[in-house]
């Protein structure tokens, strides 16, 4: 082993432990977080992982700046393979792909390096403009600095640009080390033809190092920027639950008679799950979520964005001092300095912090219209709104504090089994004079209806929605269809007190409903 490979070795071990030690420090972090089981329909997890992740198809919903993303993440897919060979290459410089893999897979392989590293290029170089020219209006906003951003695209160029060095420099020093697939590189090296064999060899070597190091100093730069993504985005989107149908708008299930348990719904980092502290760790701070939030677009101060940076900040405040980790030391020079944004100097002033109020408002809370318009679109798979809604929750449940507004909304679901304050007893006014049996008077005559017609609060007593309910009893009578209605015993699904946070008065009247809809 020569001296360069010795220093090369020490190298990389010390940057893979310091890796190590980052990604520990990071698992430990997201560990504070509640378990949650998120190992089920493993075949549909990776066909999301497949669409979602790999083939970027929420990303290239946007047909400009998804292209420009998705060549981007294709091509370090690509050129992961070659970073492999170039990493071993510093230990045993004798290796290459060529010996290892047949001739028909190792050409393709080395064509793919090449053609790839000149797309992301391209992408940066796009990206860059993006930023710097055009400034997209989804990209601003939310006190989010840009400087981190810069520094990736121009650490990748970085990559890229020493990737094609290194081949040029190769292609005059060894030509017979590259084939005619490398006609790119071998296009580059013309640049350099006038140079002796043994200067050419001295750039190799110098533009080898210089994207090897690179190579390692981004692994560890990640786990100390917003693009931790890079790493976590797949697995995220492994453990999502948001994109299978009949789940779209599940929330949370809540067990309000748990033993032992003192705390409902989310008022800091420890009162959500792992999975929601992931989402944090995975947002790409792309704006898609807000760009499509109608709260935000009518001008309400809601950001979804915000909501999941905002709880990536204050775990990265909290959870050094709860683990007592001393791994972040570098955080706050190297990027957003997250974990000093709320101002804390002391652990005591750390404690008594949390991630409602301090970071996270009121007002951005209730703004949340629960449409999950931000779960859609996320290209990564985050649930903002499972943040927003444990937050209401605790609101709720465990504070009393809603805005005035929603009191009487609850009086009145509790009352009169609707969020209006209408009586119970004018629910079935709208049949009058059209001989609908309720499912009561059916069972008193001995027979059971192909069909319960469940009309809801709206459709009981708002006056242009009466009429479509009318409309359509009329239209199954036509079709004589066997159809009954509970009446009296109908009361609200009780959606609205479950996305208000209200947890205990959904699952009471729920229950009350799932009784009633057992009797028929």
Not at 425 to 430: I, K, L, S, V, Y
């Amino acid at each position: 082993m020569t001296a360069e490979n010795a220093l090369f070795v020490a190298i990389l071990t010390l940057a893979a432990g310091f890796f190590a030690l980052n990604v520990q420090r990071l698992v430990h972090y997201v560990r504070l977080g509640f378990p949650e089981p998120r190992h089920d329909r493993p075949a549909a997890r990776l066909w999301n992982v497949l669409t979602v992740g790999i083939a970027q198809t929420k990303i290239l919903r946007d047909p400009v700046a998804g292209l420009m993303h998705a060549t981007i993440f294709w091509g370090f897919m690509v050129l992961t393979a070659g970073t492999v060979e170039i990493l071993v290459q510093g230990v045993f410089p004798a290796f290459g792909f060529d010996d290892v893999l047949p001739h028909a897979l190792f050409v393709p392989y080395s064509l793919s390096q090449d053609v790839f590293a000149v797309f992301v290029l391209g992408a940066v170089g796009f990206a860059f403009f993006r930023r710097l020219v055009l400034h997209p209006k989804r990209l601003e906003g939310d006190d989010l600095e840009h400087w981190d951003a810069l520094f990736i695209l121009g650490m990748i160029a970085g990559l890229m640009v020493t990737l094609l060095l290194s081949g040029a420099f190769l292609g005059v020093a060894r030509p017979v080390l590259l084939g005619p697939e490398k006609f790119i590189t071998r296009g580059l090296g013309t640049a350099f033809a006038g140079m002796s064999p043994e200067a050419a060899w001295t750039g190799f070597r110098a533009s080898w190092w210089a994207h090897a190091l690179l190579i390692l100093f981004f692994l560890n730069y990640l786990p100390y920027s917003k693009h931790l993504h890079v790493f976590t985005s797949l697995i995220n989107v492994f453990f999502s639950n948001t994109n299978w149908k009949g789940e779209r708008a599940t929330m949370r299930a809540m067990d309000l008679e748990a033993e032992g348990v003192e705390q409902f719904g989310a008022a800091d980092v420890e009162h959500l799950s792992w999975k929601n502290l992931l989402d944090g760790y995975t947002c790409t701070e792309c704006g898609r979520c807000t760009a499509a939030c109608p709260a935000n677009i009518t001008g309400k101060v809601l950001s979804p964005r915000k909501i999941v940076v905002n709880t990536r900040q204050r775990l990265m405040e909290k959870a050094p001092v709860v683990t007592n980790d001393h791994m972040d030391f570098s955080r706050s020079r190297l990027v957003h300095g997250e974990g000093g944004d709320a101002g804390t100097t002391t652990t005591a002033a750390v404690l008594e912090n949390r991630l409602l109020d301090n970071y996270i408002t009121e007002e951005e809370l209730w703004a949340c219209t629960s449409c999950r318009a931000c779960v859609q679109e996320c290209p990564v798979s985050i649930d903002q709104l499972d943040v927003i809604n444990q937050l209401r929750r605790n609101l709720v449940l465990m504070e009393s504090r809603f805005p005035e507004e929603v009191q009487p909304a609850f009086e009145s679901l509790e009352r009169n089994g609707s969020p209006w304050a209408f009586s119970p007893t004018d629910r079935a006014a709208w049949a009058e004079g059209m001989s609908i049996p309720t499912m009561a008077e059916a069972l008193e005559q001995g027979r059971r209806p192909d069909v319960l017609f469940w009309v809801g609060c709206m459709g009981s007593f708002d006056d242009r929605a009466k009429k479509i309910t009318v409309a359509f009893a009329r239209i199954l009578k036509a079709a004589k269809i066997d159809f009954a209605i509970l009446g009296q015993e109908e009361h609200c699904h009780v959606d609205p007190a479950r996305r208000l946070g209200n947890e205990y008065l959904y699952q009471m009247l729920a229950k009350d409903t799932i009784g009633t809809l057992d009797r028929y």
